[in-house]
Nanobody, 124 residues
């Protein structure tokens, strides 16, 4: 099992950039597929991005393609979400999730661990 802690959220103007980080503790981080999800008030949790355990494959939601990128550094037990050209509709709590190695993207129900989330607010 892994424990996840996100950081990097904050307030940013539309068109700006943020980089979120998720640090994992526990065993065998490199055996987990990792994902980022987001949840806005009154809305369901939605998939944003995922990366396979070997970092050979990535997946992005259509709403963020061309603007966001996911990467991981297994030596640092860290996964990143680079957010560029952000929009007000990107405002949400962003959560990091881990799933025992398998296909990506993955559904929230299949994640075995979650972080506490980090707030991202985009002003217009």
């Amino acid at each position: 099992q892994v424990q996840l802690v996100e950081s990097g959220g904050g307030l940013v103007q539309a068109g700006g950039s943020l980089r979120l980080s998720c640090v994992a503790s526990g065993r065998a981080f490199n055996m987990y597929a990792m994902g980022w999800f987001r949840q806005a008030p009154g809305k369901e949790r939605e998939f944003v991005a995922a990366i396979s355990w070997r970092a050979g494959n990535t997946a992005l939601a259509d709403s963020v393609k061309g603007r966001f990128a996911i990467s991981r550094d297994n030596a640092k037990n860290t996964v990143y979400l680079q957010m560029n050209s952000v929009k007000p509709e990107d405002t949400a709590v962003y959560l990091c999730a881990a799933k025992p190695a398998g296909t990506i993207p993955f559904l929230p129900a299949t994640a075995s661990a979650w972080g506490q989330g980090t707030q991202v607010t985009v002003s217009s």
